[in-house]
């Protein structure tokens, strides 16, 4: 089962702040973070497991809701960099290390 | 580091020919998968490896096989090419087990006419 990340776009400022959620229906294991830059490999950013609100690079963390399977990332200031696409993939315990993905926030920052 | 080396970059094949993608990865990960992407759309899985003689289908595995002779190398084969095959395929790589994230490499753009 997919999850659903919303919103499918965003666009903002330089220095303004975003929030990106990933949510399923399924019970999760974990749920990773990954940005794509235009015509580039996808990027890991950071893991949250169950119970966990972790701190990534820059000014990106997450937190992991598991009783309401829903994930969110947080991006603070953002800076021009930050711009991409960010997928959430989604691990659960019966599927081993598969991940299922989301279909993507599209993030633009301008100056 | 090389890290997940995937070739070629790019490719055009006909309709019906057939093409293997390879990719290898130089960090003694036992995990690895391939994905494909469509334009605008997220990752899709085709089929993964925990280990050498090891592999299982993903979600979309239909027109695709797979391989696993080494810890290092995992070859995509497209088998009579169809225009619905046209993508961004991606291989990737993770250390054993859980929470582990996942190494991509810089994908093959591949078009079929």
Same mark, same amino acid.
């Given at each position: 089962?997919?999850?659903?990340?919303?919103?499918?776009?965003?666009?903002?400022?330089?220095?303004?702040?975003?929030?990106?959620?990933?949510?399923?229906?399924?019970?999760?294991?974990?749920?990773?973070?990954?940005?794509?830059?235009?015509?580039?490999?996808?990027?890991?950013?950071?893991?949250?497991?169950?119970?966990?609100?972790?701190?990534?690079?820059?000014?990106?963390?997450?937190?992991?809701?598991?009783?309401?399977?829903?994930?969110?990332?947080?991006?603070?200031?953002?800076?021009?960099?930050?711009?991409?696409?960010?997928?959430?993939?989604?691990?659960?315990?019966?599927?081993?290390?598969?991940?299922?993905?989301?279909?993507?926030?599209?993030?633009?920052?301008?100056? | 580091?090389?890290?997940?080396?995937?070739?070629?970059?790019?490719?055009?094949?006909?309709? $019906?020919?057939?093409?293997?993608?390879?990719?290898?990865?130089?960090?003694?990960?036992?995990?690895?998968?391939?994905?494909?992407?469509?334009?605008?759309?997220?990752?899709?899985?085709?089929?993964?490896?925990? $280990?050498?003689?090891?592999?299982?289908?993903?979600?979309?595995?239909?027109?695709?096989?797979?391989?696993?002779?080494?810890?290092?190398?995992?070859?995509?084969?497209?088998?009579?090419?169809?225009?619905?095959?046209?993508?961004?395929?991606?291989?990737?790589?993770?250390?054993?087990?859980?929470?582990?994230?996942?190494?991509?490499?810089?994908?093959?753009?591949?078009?079929?006419?």
């Amino acid at each position: 089962q997919q999850p659903v990340q919303s919103p499918q776009a965003v666009i903002l400022r330089e220095g303004e702040d975003a929030v990106i959620n990933c949510s399923s229906s399924k019970a999760l294991y974990s749920v990773h973070w990954y940005r794509q830059k235009h015509g580039e490999a996808p990027v890991f950013l950071m893991i949250l497991l169950k119970g966990g609100e972790q701190k990534g690079h820059e000014k990106i963390s997450a937190s992991f809701n598991e009783k309401k399977q829903q994930s969110s990332l947080y991006l603070t200031a953002s800076q021009l960099s930050y711009s991409g696409t960010y997928f959430c993939g989604t691990e659960r315990k019966t599927s081993g290390s598969r991940l299922t993905f989301g279909e993507g926030t599209q993030l633009t920052v301008n100056p | 580091n090389a890290g997940v080396t995937q070739t070629p970059k790019f490719h055009i094949l006909k309709i $019906g020919q057939s093409m293997t993608l390879q990719c290898t990865q130089d960090m003694n990960h036992n995990y690895m998968y391939w994905y494909r992407q469509d334009p605008g759309m997220g990752l899709k899985l085709i089929y993964y490896s925990v $280990g050498a003689g090891i592999t299982d289908k993903g979600e979309v595995p239909n027109g695709y096989n797979v391989s696993r002779s080494t810890t290092e190398d995992f070859p995509l084969r497209l088998e009579l090419a169809a225009p619905s095959q046209t993508s961004v395929y991606f291989c990737a790589s993770s250390r054993d087990s859980y929470n582990q994230p996942q190494h991509f490499g810089d994908g093959t753009r591949l078009s079929i006419l």
